[in-house]
Antibody, heavy 119, light 109 residues
Framework: EVQLLESGGGLEQPGGSLRLSCAAS????????MSWVRQAPGKGLEWVSA????????YYADSVKGRFTISRDNSKKTLYLQMNSLRVEDTAVYYC????????????WGQGTLVTVSS | SSELTQDPAVSVALGQTVRITCQGD??????ASWYQQKPGQAPVLVIY???NRPSGIPDRFSGSSSGNTASLTITGAQAEDEADYYC????????????FGGGTKLTVL
């Protein structure tokens, strides 16, 4: 059974940093691209970033480029999102998902972790 | 173009058929995927590719595409189908960016 479990969310001040993790199980982690998707309170889904199975290719939404860094440790079957220079508008539930649309659909999602950016 | 457009809300009578649409230039190159999201829950993939359903998704869900428009059809809508539905695809201009539509709130009457 595929499972994705996010952690690392919480309350942070504007300009601060947080690191999200997503522990994967139930599939060959290194064989699949992974994505982060967020959802602001009461709003729709917004794709944030994706990374190839090897970690050699990374992609970002314009809204986070230069501030967020996606990475993965295939030996630990874990996906990461390093979030720097946080802004109030980054407040959202952050989901990790297996896949990268265009190559593969987002066929499994974690339950999400809430990031709140507020002073 | 890097935008997918969905109607904000659609309603359907119980047991009837409803179509939810998604428009965008990228859909001329990439198939849309469709996700169902119920309140307080993570999204669930319901349709991907030309018209593929993941295991466990009822066959009343189907997908189609024509030109710049993708459609999700629910044939014989059930009360449990009431949810938000999102389409997504990759931008076709080579940016590697992924887009979501704004979502459609489906109400089953």
């Amino acid at each position: 059974e595929v499972q994705l479990l996010e952690s690392g969310g919480g309350l942070e001040q504007p300009g601060g940093s947080l690191r999200l993790s997503c522990a994967a199980s139930g599939f060959t982690f290194s064989s699949y691209a992974m994505s982060w998707v967020r959802q602001a309170p009461g709003k729709g889904l917004e794709w944030v970033s994706a990374i190839s199975g090897s970690g050699g290719s990374t992609y970002y939404a314009d809204s986070v480029k230069g501030r967020f860094t996606i990475s993965r440790d295939n030996s630990k079957k874990t996906l990461y999102l390093q979030m720097n220079s946080l802004r109030v508008e980054d407040t959202a539930v952050y989901y990790c998902a297996k896949g990268y649309p265009g190559d593969s659909p987002l066929d499994y999602w974690g339950q999400g972790t809430l990031v709140t950016v507020s002073s | 173009s890097s935008e997918l457009t969905q109607d904000p809300a659609v309603s359907v009578a119980l047991g009837q058929t409803v179509r939810i649409t998604c428009q965008g230039d990228s859909l001329r190159t990439y198939y849309a995927s469709w996700y169902q999201q119920k309140p307080g829950q993570a999204p669930v993939l319901v349709i991907y590719g030309k018209n593929n359903r993941p295991s466990g998704i009822p066959d009343r869900f189907s997908g189609s595409s024509s030109g710049n428009t993708a459609s999700l059809t629910i044939t014989g809508a059930q009360a449990e189908d009431e949810a938000d539905y999102y389409c997504n695809s990759r931008d076709s201009s080579g940016t590697h960016i992924v887009m979501f539509g704004g979502g459609t709130k489906l109400t089953v009457l």
